[in-house]
């Protein structure tokens, strides 16, 4: 299969890397290749090592961008291990990355059809173990963007990674903001609204925590709970971090109590 290059094609990052040469890197290949390329930094703060959190902004970030984005997906803790390359493809959209968990919300979706493959290790000239970032994964995106479908191999959906706690229906902290805000994936119901406060358990702690539209309704330091942006709850603190507050990291439970 080939497929004329386009100049004006978009590729979009999650990566946990932060803001340093690695990504530039990624990019500078990108731009050897398609001169006239978008390339959009979606999300390069992700907590280190959390495919959790990185699942969570692909499943909420991808469906923003224009057809036929390619996204390159880097939160890898098994980098150099046996774990898989893989290249989801859902016809609108491509994902490429390795198969540990971080496309869960992508493959579980009822919504969406998509076909996967594995990524041919031996296609790419350089051989490193601890950046695939730049020497796999942004190669295998280049190719893909051209076309070029040699460099994959199909493989069974029964082999690709899921989130085991998300598997088990769990309500969990998903992503942590640079504010200190708590994201999770418990959807926001009409009758919290309801409510003026909710009982929540935090990894076994209860915080009665008032329900707000807005920060402001909260007094200064105070915890406060409201639907957010994603249609989930969400948990911050006015002019403070409910991070810190709740001692909180990804992956802790969280449920509401009655």
Known sequence: MKQNRKINQVFAMITDFGFDFSVASMKALILKEFPGAQIIDVDHSIKQFSVLSGAFVIDKIYRYFPQLTVFICVVDP????KREPIFIDT??????????GLFHYILTDPKVSYSSWSIKEEFRSVRSTTFHGRDLFTPAA??????????????????????????????????????GNIKTNIPFKDEF???DFLNLNVSGAHHLVRVS????????????CYKGSNDTLEIAANLASAEKILNAEVGDSVTVEE
């Open 91 to 100: 016809g609108n959209y491509k994902f490429i990355g390795p198969n540990n």
């Open 142 to 179: 280049i190719e893909i963007a051209k076309g070029n479908f040699d460099i994959v191999q199909s493989i069974d959906k029964e082999k690709l990674v899921l989130i085991p706690l998300l598997r088990e229906d769990v309500s969990v902290i998903t992503y942590i903001d640079g504010f």
């Open 78 to 81: 098994g980098v150099g291990s």
């Open 213 to 224: 539209h807005t920060f402001s309704d909260a007094s200064k330091g105070e915890l406060l």
């Open 193 to 195: 609204k309801k409510r």
